[in-house]
C-alpha cells in the first residue's frame, strides 16, 4: 500500500504460506502501530505461535507489552528475534534482562551476538556449539554469506580480533551460569522464550530462526468452544474467518475473506454451513497467497489459511463448517478511542462513497456511531487509533475514486448501556455536558463522553444503569 510507503510503517495485516524444510507455515504479518492493535489482536486468535521481533535499538517498546499481554492470555508460544544487530543497538545483555523483567517471562538467548552495531560480525549457537560469522549481502536479496566452525577453529579466530573473541567467550560463560536452562516444556507453556540475535535487512540470522522455530514450536492444537475442545483431528470441517480485506487485486475489485482451518479437511467446492446467514454455501474459489501471487488451493488442513473469494456476506468471526454444532467466538472486540465526522465533498461521488466505507466496515477497518437523534447525516467513524481514519480516506480515494473530509468530533471515551434498556429509559437519563447517546452497528445503545472524568460523573448520578466498557458481541 503506498501509504504505508509514505509512513514507513505496516498498516494491514499480510498472509502468506509458503513451504520450508518439509513443513508448510502459513505466516500472518501484522502492524506494529498501537492504532491498528484491534486487526493485530485478530489476526493473534488464528496463529499457533508467534515471533515477536524487537528492535535492538529500542528494547521492549509500548505496543510490544500490550500484544505480549494478548499472547499470554490465549497461552501462545512466543519466539524473539532481536532484530537490527548490524546498528547501534542496546547490550544484548540488556535486552535479555528487559524482556524478562518487563514482560515477566523466561528468556534463553539460543544464539548470542558476536560484537554489535557496526562490528557486528555474527552469532554463536549454544546449542550446536558452533559459530556462525557472516558477511553483509545487499538489501536482503539473498542469504548472507557465512562461515560456520567452532569458537576455538583457526577459520573463526582468524576472523575475530582478541576483544572481540574474549568478549564474547566472557558473555557465553555469563550465560551458562546465570541464565536459564533450556527447557521445551517452558516454551511450549509460554513461560520462557527462545531468543535470537540476527539483522533481517542482511538476510541473516532469519535461517537459524525459522530452524528454530520448527524444531520447537507446537503443531496445529485444539480449539475452545463453549468449554469444549475441538481438536484438528474432528472428522468435519470447521473453521473461522479472522480478516478480510477487498482490492488485493485492483483489476478485479475483489474480496478475500481469510479462513483459519481448524479441524477437519477443507476441498475446494466443499458445501458448508455459513453460521452468520444460517445457510449452505459452496467455497469453489479458495486460494493460498505468496505478496501478490495467488494459487488455487484444492485441499487444507488444520493449522492452513486460506484466502476465500467472491462471498460478499461473509464478516469477520463467522464460522464456516461441515458440522452445524460447531460455532467459534475467537475474535475480540475492542473500545474505540479516537471518533470523527466523514463527510463526502463532492456529491457526484455518493455511491463511490458509500460503496467503499461499507466494504471497509466489513473489513473492520473501522466501526460507524448513530448519534441518537443526530442533526447530521455524515457517519461518525469510530476507531482504536486516528491513524485508522487517515487509511480510510487513503483507501476511499485510491480504491473507490472517492475523496472525502475528515472533521474531528469532541469524545474520546465511548461506554456501552445495558442490553434491552428502552427508549424511555434513555430519555430519563441523567447526561453530563458533551456527552450523546448513540449506537453502535447492532443498534445497542451506549454513551459517547468528552473524557474519563464525564464517565465517572455519569456513574454517579445513574446509579441503576451500569456501563461496559467493553461493545457488545454484534
Same mark, same amino acid.
Given at each position: ?15 502468506l ?10 505466516l #500472518? ?14 489476526? +493473534?486468535?488464528? $496463529? ?18 500490550? +500484544? ?17 544487530? @548490524? ?31 557496526? *562490528?557486528?560480525?555474527?552469532?554463536f ?27 576455538h ?6 576472523? +575475530? @580480533? ?14 551458562? /551460569? ?10 511450549l507453556? @509460554? ?12 538476510? %541473516?540470522?532469519?535461517?537459524?530462526? +525459522? @530452524? ?24 468435519? %470441517?470447521?473453521? %473461522? ?25 477443507? *476441498? ?12 449452505? $454455501?459452496?467455497?469453489?474459489?479458495? /486460494? ?5 501471487? !495467488? ?59 458509500? !460503496? ?12 460507524v ?6 442533526a447530521? !447525516?455524515a ?5 482504536? =487509533?486516528?491513524?485508522?481514519?487517515? $487509511? ?16 474531528s ?10 442490553? =434491552? ?16 447517546l ?7 445503545? #451506549? ?10 460523573? %455519569?456513574? *454517579?448520578?445513574?446509579?441503576?444503569v ?9
Amino acid at each position: 500500500m503506498e501509504l504505508e510507503r509514505k509512513r514507513g510503517i505496516s498498516i494491514s495485516s499480510t498472509v502468506l504460506q509458503f513451504d520450508y524444510a518439509g513443513y508448510r507455515l502459513n505466516l #500472518l504479518d501484522t502492524p506494529g502501530h498501537k492504532d491498528f492493535s484491534e486487526d493485530t489482536y485478530r489476526v +493473534l486468535t488464528a $496463529v499457533d505461535s508467534v515471533v515477536m521481533v524487537i528492535d535492538s535499538a529500542k528494547g521492549i517498546e509500548p505496543q510490544t507489552r500490550k +500484544l505480549f499481554e494478548v499472547c499470554r492470555q490465549r497461552g501462545v508460544p512466543i519466539f524473539t528475534f532481536m532484530n537490527k544487530c @548490524d546498528r547501534p543497538m542496546k547490550h544484548p545483555l540488556t535486552l535479555v534482562d528487559e524482556l524478562e523483567r518487563v514482560l515477566g517471562i523466561g528468556a534463553f538467548p539460543v544464539n548470542w551476538p558476536i560484537g554489535t552495531g557496526f *562490528e557486528f560480525q555474527g552469532v554463536f549457537d549454544r546449542q550446536t556449539r558452533q559459530m556462525h560469522l557472516f558477511e553483509r549481502a545487499v538489501g536482503g536479496q539473498f542469504r548472507a554469506p557465512v562461515q560456520v566452525g567452532g569458537l576455538h577453529d583457526e577459520i573463526i579466530r582468524a576472523r +575475530l @580480533d582478541d576483544a572481540t573473541f574474549h568478549r564474547t567467550v566472557e558473555e557465553l560463560e555469563m550465560l551458562e /551460569h546465570a541464565g536459564h536452562e533450556w527447557d521445551d516444556a517452558a516454551v511450549l507453556a @509460554d513461560t520462557t522464550t527462545p531468543v535470537f540475535f540476527g539483522s533481517a535487512v542482511n538476510n %541473516f540470522g532469519v535461517q537459524l530462526l +525459522l @530452524d528454530g522455530f520448527l524444531k520447537h514450536s507446537p503443531p496445529p492444537g485444539p480449539r475452545l468452544m463453549a468449554g469444549v475442545e475441538i481438536s484438528p483431528e474432528h472428522p468435519g %470441517f470447521s473453521g %473461522f474467518i479472522f480478516k478480510i480485506q477487498a482490492n488485493m487485486d485492483p483489476r478485479h475489485r475483489d474480496r478475500v475473506a481469510f479462513v483459519r482451518v481448524c479441524s477437519g479437511k477443507f *476441498e475446494r467446492d466443499m458445501t458448508v454451513h455459513h453460521s452468520r446467514s444460517a445457510k449452505k $454455501v459452496r467455497l469453489s474459489s479458495s /486460494h493460498k497467497l505468496f505478496g501478490n501471487e !495467488r494459487e488455487t488451493v484444492d485441499e487444507a488442513y488444520p493449522g492452513d489459511v486460506i484466502g476465500l473469494v467472491g462471498h460478499d456476506t461473509f464478516g469477520i468471526g463467522d464460522t464456516l463448517t461441515t458440522d452445524q454444532g460447531i460455532l467459534y467466538r475467537e475474535i475480540p472486540r475492542f473500545t474505540p478511542e479516537a471518533f470523527a465526522y466523514l463527510h463526502n465533498p463532492n456529491t457526484a461521488k455518493f455511491k463511490q462513497f458509500r !460503496r467503499g466505507l461499507d466494504q471497509l466496515l466489513q473489513e473492520g477497518v473501522i466501526q460507524v456511531l448513530e448519534l441518537r437523534d443526530a442533526a447530521t !447525516r455524515a457517519p461518525l467513524l469510530a476507531a482504536v =487509533g486516528p491513524l485508522q481514519f487517515e $487509511v480510510v480516506q487513503f483507501r476511499l480515494e485510491s480504491e473507490y475514486g472517492a475523496a472525502s473530509r475528515l472533521e474531528s468530533a469532541p469524545w474520546s471515551v465511548a461506554r456501552w448501556l445495558p442490553a =434491552g434498556i428502552r427508549e424511555h429509559e434513555l430519555d430519563a437519563l441523567s447526561l453530563p455536558t458533551d456527552a450523546r447517546l448513540a449506537y453502535d452497528m447492532g443498534k445497542n445503545p #451506549l454513551v459517547l463522553f468528552p473524557n474519563e472524568w464525564s464517565a465517572n460523573y %455519569f456513574g *454517579e448520578t445513574n446509579r441503576s444503569v451500569p456501563l461496559s466498557a467493553l461493545p457488545l458481541q454484534l
